[in-house]
């Protein structure tokens, strides 16, 4: 006889599968309607460089909005964006360092700026000065305040630090 809870039901594994199924359904339905939200601990490829970060992100965005096949996607416009994005960051002198050796501030940016390669009207950040000093933090304030000036972006930051540091810099 099988053990309890393996091969024999599967009732919790349909429930689970079904929540999932919900979530990812929620997922794309944000995404299409111009949601996109970075996680409260980075979740940048650490064996990639910020560009690469960056472009992935870049070139699956382009690749879901298309209806291109892949080969036919404009790498070279990923580029240009890539390029834009980590400006637009301050990471320029990091583009070709591993994210496994950002600090915690250019670890956010870069997350930030792979949430901003997916063109999204509202950008969700999730803690974003969680594990910072004082002046990361400020320096981020400052960098989200910039962001949104630019790019008449929605940024809903959870976060209260962050808010008022974003308040006294106004």
């Known amino acids: 006889a099988a ?6 039901s599967t009732a919790p594994w349909a429930e689970v599968r079904e929540f999932y199924a919900a979530w990812e359904t929620f997922a794309e339905v944000a995404a299409r309607a111009g949601v996109a939200r970075t996680f409260r601990s980075p979740r940048n490829f650490p064996a990639m460089t910020v560009f690469e970060n960056i472009l992935v992100t870049v070139e699956q965005a382009v690749y ?7 080969p ?7 580029i240009e964006r ?6 637009s960051v301050g990471l320029i002198d990091q583009s070709f360092s ?8 250019e670890q956010r940016c870069l997350e930030i700026a792979r949430g901003l390669a997916m063109d999204p009207r509202i950008l969700l950040v999730d803690e ?3 594990g910072m000093n004082t002046q990361q933090q400020h320096a981020l ?5 910039v962001l949104i000036q630019q790019t008449h972006l929605g940024l809903w930051f959870h976060s209260l630090g962050l808010h008022r540091r974003i308040r006294m810099a106004c």
């Not at 036919?72 to 990923?78: M, P």
């Not at 890539?82 to 400006?87: D, V, Y």
């Not at 304030?141 to 305040?145: K, P, V």
Request: glycine fraction near 10%; hydrophobic fraction near 40%; aromatic fraction near 12%.
């Open 3 to 8: 053990a309890p809870g393996f091969g024999t």
């Open 64 to 70: 879901r909005k298309s209806s291109a096949w892949w």
């Open 72 to 78: 036919h996607v404009n790498k070279a416009g990923c």
């Open 82 to 87: 890539t390029e834009e994005l980590i400006r």
């Open 98 to 105: 591993f994210a496994s050796g950002l600090t915690r501030y």
């Open 128 to 130: 974003p000065a969680d």
């Open 141 to 145: 304030a400052l960098r989200a305040i």
